[in-house]
């Protein structure tokens, strides 16, 4: 199959022993892209904490400068004037009960879901099918507000949510491949300064043990860690 050389190819060009500097590497994860769409950047950080302690759950949201180069499709729970004010700031669906219903009946055609904290009993609702899709509404990253004009503006503009993993990995995108190297460092730059800055006050030893970057196909290419601590400073 050309698919299985190309990724032989691919991961001919990635040293798996060394941890590359930021430029060298972003360039890197160009380079070994090589499907013929239009691949996702993404990182993978493997951090020094214990996920299943709750002073230890890293979690939060943080705007990428440069967006994610997709439409980000975003719906929100609201009524009356916040309903108004949702759809006049750009949310694709907007609505109550309506929107459950729809939900329940198996249509998820969204990235992001929104909801102001008086919905949230009818959001519930549907939690256990919001939940496994990341797409519940939660104070902690935003989502749940009655500022939504903000909401949906930055969930349009490339926010990204990240959660620590139970292996202790933090999983989120940061652009495209068509990217150029100062757009991705941009946001990978933005990215890794939010998780240093979310280091728990009970986490141990080395907090960022280990960042890997990889386009959707290529292979995944280690990140100097020190590099990334001098350059977010």
């Known amino acids: 199959m050309a698919t299985g050389k190309q990724l032989k190819a691919s991961k001919g060009k990635v040293d798996r022993t060394k941890t590359y500097p930021v430029d060298e590497a972003l360039a890197l994860v160009k380079e070994t892209a090589f499907a013929k769409f239009d691949e996702s950047v993404d990182v993978s950080v493997k951090l020094g904490v214990d996920p299943r302690k709750s002073d230890q759950m890293v979690r939060g949201a943080v705007v990428l400068p440069n967006g994610l180069g997709k439409t980000i499709r975003v719906l929100v729970f609201a009524k009356g004037e916040k309903a108004t004010e949702a759809q006049e700031a750009g949310a694709d669906y907007v609505g109550t009960d309506d929107l459950v219903e729809k939900i329940k009946g198996g249509w998820f055609d969204f990235d992001t879901a929104i909801a102001t904290p008086d919905m949230m009993g009818t959001v519930g609702k ?85 960042v890997t970057i990889s386009s959707t196909m290529g292979p995944g290419i280690n990140i100097d860690v020190s590099a990334l601590h001098t350059l977010v400073k």
């Open 126 to 210: 549907i939690g256990k099918l919001l939940g496994p899709r990341g797409l519940m509404p939660n104070p902690k990253v935003g989502t749940v507000t009655f500022e939504l004009d903000r909401a949906v503006n930055e969930a349009k503009s490339g926010k990204v949510e990240y959660r620590v993993e139970k292996a202790g990995i933090v999983h989120a995108p940061v652009g495209k491949a068509s990217f150029d190297v100062e757009k991705l460092k941009g946001n990978l730059l933005t990215l890794m300064d939010a998780l240093f800055k979310a280091k728990p006050s009970t986490a141990k030893g080395t907090y960022v043990k280990k």
